[in-house]
């Protein structure tokens, strides 16, 4: 899990960051992201993609992750501006800033999935990396345990939706629930759902 940091490392570059982020496919509440710079040569066995995670494991990985990283950013972006922007771009501007956030300026990233951010630091993307790299395994962990955590705020403001359980995820109970108040502030307009129960981003986005 850490033979991407050995490479850059190998290359020169010494504070390397990951970067991941959650809530991409929720119908409400932000998209998080977050930028892990762990110490050299690190390595844990049970830092993996947080999907693969239970929630209890995450939560006692993001203390882990906490107190050994070097450094943590966290970029969060709400459902307004994705409207605005859409999701792609406010995954983007998410992630550009944990990477601002970081009390150490990283001089290599590491980032999930296809897509370069808007800083100047050298950066190298790679699919799947919160399978494949320690550092953004890490960020996932911490995205998302952030992600969670900001919807059950949001779930004490609005219960009618049971954010506590569902996190803004498109679940039968949540469908119904929209369909009987009506969406809230934190609600994704641009996002549709579907009468199957399934849902994309409408053409705005």
């Known amino acids: 899990m850490n033979a991407f940091e050995c490479h850059a490392r ?8 990951g970067i991941d982020e ?3 496919g929720p119908l409400a509440g932000p998209v ?6 762990l110490p050299p040569g690190y ?27 070097l450094a943590v950013g966290l970029g969060v972006v709400e459902a307004s501006v994705i409207d605005h922007v859409n999701i792609l771009q406010a995954t983007l501007m998410a992630m550009r ?20 951010i808007d800083v100047q630091t050298l950066q190298e993307v790679i699919v799947r990396g919160d399978a494949r790299s320690v550092s953004i395994a890490a960020a996932s962990i911490i995205a998302k345990v952030s992600r ?12 009618q939706y049971n954010f506590l359980k569902n996190k803004g995820y498109g679940t039968d109970e949540h469908r119904e629930a929209i369909r ?26």
């Not at 993609?49 to 906490?66: A, F, N, Y």
């Not at 800033?97 to 370069?116: C, E, F, M, Q, T």
């Open 10 to 17: 190998q290359r020169g570059y010494r504070i390397i960051a």
């Open 32 to 37: 998080v992201a977050a930028a892990v710079i």
């Open 97 to 116: 800033d944990a990477v601002l956030d970081l009390s150490l300026a990283p001089d290599y990233l590491l980032i999930d999935g296809k897509h370069r």
């Open 180 to 205: 009987r108040c009506g969406r809230c502030k934190i609600h994704r307009l641009s996002f549709t759902v579907k009468a199957s129960g399934s849902h994309q981003p409408s053409l705005l986005s």
């Open 43 to 69: 390595r844990h066995s049970e830092i993996n993609d947080s999907k693969q995670l239970t929630p209890g494991k995450r939560e006692r990985l993001h203390e882990v992750i906490k107190t050994d990283a």
């Open 148 to 159: 969670d955590r900001i919807m059950e705020i949001y779930h004490r403001q609005f219960p």
């Open 22 to 24: 959650a809530g991409r």
